[in-house]
């Protein structure tokens, strides 16, 4: 067993999922755990939402995060906000520089304007989150400006801006302390039309840990 | 019978009816054909909307494919939030990150457009002598500790987000369609290390910016305090809303025309309106 996809985290594994590449995931992150997103492969978006598990009109806010650390990009230490703006979780840990939550999330829609008709069949982020949601009764009011791990979107002097190579590498990761119980909802990017994946869609896995008794 | 005293229905009716005619700064102009601010170039008859925003105010309006909202910052110191729909399908609304993604820029100009999550322009910006906008930072909200005191959406210091949640509730909306939003006239720019930078004037009175619908709209608008200004007073000066009738935008229109995205995203929204 490999240990050092551990390190760092609570002691007590209570989910260690691999997502497969293009999948959505979801799962119930109580406040206190910690949720660890590891790009197995290197440079591949993850694309995430956050929800209130009491109240889920209450969801991640990136305008407010932005606000909060008047910053564009997410780093450790970064506090994703909600829009009711309350904390709903901490960048605790990361071993990439940066990630991004500006870039939004990738639709079989907006494929057609970014790089034409052909792509409209192509899988995306949007259809993810939609599957995802229509299990627990929300729809697309419920999605909003993402996070996207392992993304990188500089933003020039002049507003040029764009998905660009990632700066991300195999076993890098991001571990993200709730501070509320939250429902959150994985899109595994599935984009092949621009570099956030390296042009190849790759697994993540998906780790929540606490410190509650070990679980031998 | 004293036509002072509300003690009794009549009373209370002659005290109701005898406001009538009263103008403040901050209010509508129905009907819209009698605008004390004209654009040039427009005929009375083609207006449809005419109202002046004060601070903390909010307003929501339904507007038709090809017409044209102008706002003037009057004195230089107004915040908009903005919100738009697809009046006929409400769930399709203004997508920032799609918005600034798709046509590669971070930074609202003349000639760009505002998209919707599905892929079409809900507007068009035809002018902008402004350039001071944000797309990073959303609406104020009633948590940010202010020196003026509370900002419930109720009080005399209201949060945008507040607002904007009322400017929905019109339409029967709720609390999950107020979505990341724009800012008009109060600018938010990113330094090399990401961090967000105020443009927050005050400017020189007068600025303006033209937008014409290319779907058939909701518009919900705010005239709060941006929620970067730190200042310890509640600041935000008057706002016109215009907005008139206009023709559908021609296939040769240049903001159509201008880029591949632009292109495909008229494609789109021509192709909706094919029925």
């Known amino acids: 067993m490999n240990n050092s996809v551990y390190d760092g985290l609570p002691r007590t594994i209570r989910i260690d999922e691999v997502v497969a590449a293009r999948a959505p995931w979801d799962g119930f992150v109580q406040a206190g755990e910690t949720l660890r997103i590891l790009d197995l492969e290197g440079n591949q978006a993850v694309d995430f939402l956050l929800y209130a598990a009491h109240d889920d009109a209450e969801r991640y806010s990136a305008q407010d995060t932005i606000v909060a650390q008047a910053n564009i990009l997410l780093r450790a230490g970064s506090i994703l906000m909600s829009n009711e703006g309350r904390p709903m979780a901490q960048i605790v840990a990361t071993t990439v520089a940066y990630h991004d939550t500006i870039g939004g999330a990738c639709s079989c829609e907006s494929n057609t304007l970014r790089y034409g008709h052909h792509t409209k069949s192509h899988h995306a982020c949007v259809d993810n989150f939609l599957l995802t949601h229509a299990r627990y009764g929300r729809g697309k009011r419920d999605i909003v400006s993402n996070i996207n791990w392992f993304m990188n979107v500089p933003v020039e002097a002049d507003g040029t801006l764009g998905i660009v190579d990632g700066i991300s590498a195999p076993g890098l990761y991001v571990d993200l302390k709730m501070q509320m119980d939250v429902i959150a909802v994985i899109s595994n990017c599935p984009q092949i039309n621009n570099p956030c994946n390296g042009f190849n869609p790759t697994p993540v896995r998906v780790l929540v840990a606490n410190d509650g008794p070990a679980s031998r | ?275």
């Open chain 2, 1 to 275: 019978m004293s036509t002072s005293s509300t003690t009794g229905l009549q009373g209370a009716r002659a005290h109701a009816r005898a406001m009538a005619g009263t103008r403040v700064e901050a209010m509508p102009t129905v009907p819209a054909e009698e605008a004390v601010d004209l654009p040039s170039g427009v005929t009375a008859q083609s207006m449809v909307w005419e109202e002046t925003l004060g601070a903390g105010g909010y307003a929501a309006k339904e507007l038709g494919r090809g017409g044209c909202l102008r706002l003037v910052d009057l004195r230089g110191d107004a915040c908009v939030s903005m919100l738009v729909f697809n009046a006929e399908h409400p769930i399709e609304r203004l997508n920032v990150a799609d918005t600034m993604k798709v046509q590669w820029n971070a930074y609202l100009q003349p000639g760009r457009l505002l998209l919707s999550d599905m892929g079409r322009p809900l507007m068009s910006i035809l002018a902008d002598d402004a350039r001071t906008h944000d797309t990073f930072c959303g609406p104020s909200n009633e948590h940010t500790p202010r020196a003026y005191g509370d900002c419930g959406a109720w009080g005399r210091h209201p949060n945008a987000r507040g607002r904007l949640l009322l400017g929905v509730a019109k339409f029967g909306l709720g609390r999950k369609d107020v979505h990341p939003c724009i800012n008009w006239f109060k600018g938010v720019r990113i330094a090399s290390d990401g961090a967000t930078v105020l443009e927050g004037g005050p400017f020189p009175p007068g600025r303006s910016v033209r937008l014409r619908a290319e779907m058939n709209v909701i518009v919900v608008l705010t005239n709060c305090p941006h929620v970067l200004d730190r200042r310890p007073t509640y600041e935000a000066t008057p706002v016109r809303i215009s907005a008139w009738r206009g023709p559908v935008t021609a296939p040769d229109d240049p903001i159509r025309n201008a880029t591949p995205e632009s292109l495909r995203a008229f494609l789109n929204v021509e192709e909706y309106f094919r029925r």
